[in-house]
């Protein structure tokens, strides 16, 4: 069977314009089982054979919407063979959230930074290399609308890329996540006990109900976590919102030099 690689990324990224690009002709138009939300799939153009899935746009993996519940639900049990993260590079911050999301699920990603005539057009300076470093994920420009930067992103699909690796949080968080994941070490596979652990860090009712946790050890996870929330005086989901968009800010900060500021410093 071939491979099959998944687009995800916000709404207005860009992912239907790439992925008619990626897939042209050969799209097949659906809903996704018992919702009605659209599902649309079709084959990488470039080899005849990749299956691309077009995921709902979505701005987390936190299950409030049902495009969210979708993309999570496909993410992690269909678990394709690649993501592509279709980032609005003319609006970073805000998009490469979702890519620490994403680096939680251990699977291959690609991120495309689209909209890259915007960053041009605005005389704003993109460190590609830098941003590649910091997240430890292979990053390619294009424009999906002007159709630039696609031979570069046919080719970095087309390398064996590993899986990515989580963000490291505060050291508190990541000594409570240890032990979240002992307790999954017996009803968890390997590769998704990250994944599962920050879910349950954040009290993620949905994941909690999917696992019989033993009392003893929902105790011990519960005991833990209200004393780190008490102390921050904040809730564990906000707490990781927090992690997470600091570690974004921190490395937009590093790699994007803005015109603007450019101009306002000379003066
Ligand atoms: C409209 N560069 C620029 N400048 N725009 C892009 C690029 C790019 O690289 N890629 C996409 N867009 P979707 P989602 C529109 O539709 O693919 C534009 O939600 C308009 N429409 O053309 O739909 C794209 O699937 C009227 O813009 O994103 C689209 O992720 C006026 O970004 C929008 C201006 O792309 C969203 C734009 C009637």
Not at 17 to 39: A, D, I, K, Y
Not at 128 to 150: C, D, W, Y
Not at 227 to 237: A, I, N, V
Request: glycine letters at 6%.
């Amino acid at each position: 069977m071939g491979k099959t690689i998944a687009l995800v990324g916000n709404p207005n990224s860009g992912k239907t314009t790439l992925f008619n690009h990626l897939t042209g002709s050969t799209q097949r138009v659906g809903n996704w089982p018992g919702v009605t939300v659209e599902q649309k799939a079709g084959t990488l153009l470039h080899d005849g054979k990749t299956q691309v899935i077009d995921l709902p746009g979505i701005y987390s993996l936190s299950p409030y919407t049902i495009e969210e519940i979708v993309t999570r639900d496909y993410l992690t049990l269909d678990a394709p063979d690649l993501i592509i993260n279709i980032v609005d590079a003319s609006n970073l911050e805000r998009n490469l959230y979702l890519t620490t999301q994403l680096m939680e699920l251990h699977l291959p990603i690609v991120v495309v930074l689209n909209m890259m005539d915007i960053v041009e057009k605005r005389g704003d300076q993109l460190d590609v290399a830098g941003l590649s470093r910091a997240f430890g994920l292979p990053f390619v420009m294009i424009s999906a609308l002007k159709e630039s930067g696609l031979e570069e992103l046919f080719k970095a699909i087309a390398e064996p890329i590993s899986v990515a690796e989580p963000i490291t949080y505060s050291i508190v968080v990541e000594s409570i996540l240890d032990t979240i994941e002992e307790i999954l070490a017996p009803l968890v596979p390997k590769k998704l006990r990250c994944y599962y652990s920050i879910k349950l860090f954040e009290r993620d009712r949905q994941t909690a109900g999917k696992l019989a946790i033993p009392e003893e050890d929902q105790a011990v996870m519960e005991g833990l976590l209200s004393r780190y929330e008490k102390e921050l005086d904040d809730d564990s989901e906000a707490i990781l919102i927090n992690e997470r968009y600091k570690f974004v800010t921190k490395i937009t900060r590093q790699v994007l030099v803005k015109n603007s500021e450019k101009a306002s410093f000379s003066v």
